[in-house]
């Protein structure tokens, strides 16, 4: 390899920051965490987002896990499988979530005397497969657009963000889909 290699340039690329400019900026602010300048100056209104979102899939935990519990007979081992796996997903967004508002410097707010009032969905308390079916396909298309708005409210401003809705869309949609299959199936018997 010759000894002129090339250096990464230092010089001035439009829209990009100098090394220098970078490195004083990350010293100033040190105690923000991973809260950078850079960030949208809606941060605040993203976290209440993200709050909302918390509130809706730890509803939707208490929802499925009920709905575990509550089915009763041979037909409903099936849907009782996938309402536990769906809590379980549920449960693992609502940590994602967490994460990233923890991750925003801000706390999440778990506090569960507001949890139903902040969710976007309805908690259930069906005692019917039918019933359990349809509340839960339901709370799942809630999420699908709620999730939907906030992922175009974001944009590419916050691509951490961005990212991390768009991966718990996909699951929402899977759920969606799951669930008005078990629908079907149940109309059919």
Known sequence: MPNNAEKP???????????????????AHI???????????DRDTIIELLNQA???ELVCVLRYKRHYY??????????????????????????????????????PDLNPS??????????DESTDLAGMLKANLIAER????SYREMIAYVGERDPTTHRMLKGILAKEEEHAEDLADLLDQDKTT
């Open 70 to 107: 509550a089915t009763k007979g041979i037909r409903a081992k099936v849907a009782a499988a996938e309402f536990l796996e769906h809590a379980q997903d549920e449960q693992q967004h609502a940590d994602e979530i967490s994460q990233r508002i923890v991750q925003l410097g801000a706390n």
């Open 31 to 41: 105690e923000d965490g991973a809260v950078t300048a850079s960030y949208p100056k």
């Open 114 to 123: 507001t949890l139903a009032s902040r969710s976007h969905a309805e908690y």
């Open 9 to 27: 340039s230092q010089g001035k690329t439009p829209g990009i920051s100098d090394v220098a400019t970078l490195r004083q900026r990350a010293r």
């Open 142 to 145: 809630v999420a699908i657009e």
């Open 54 to 56: 918390l509130a809706t």
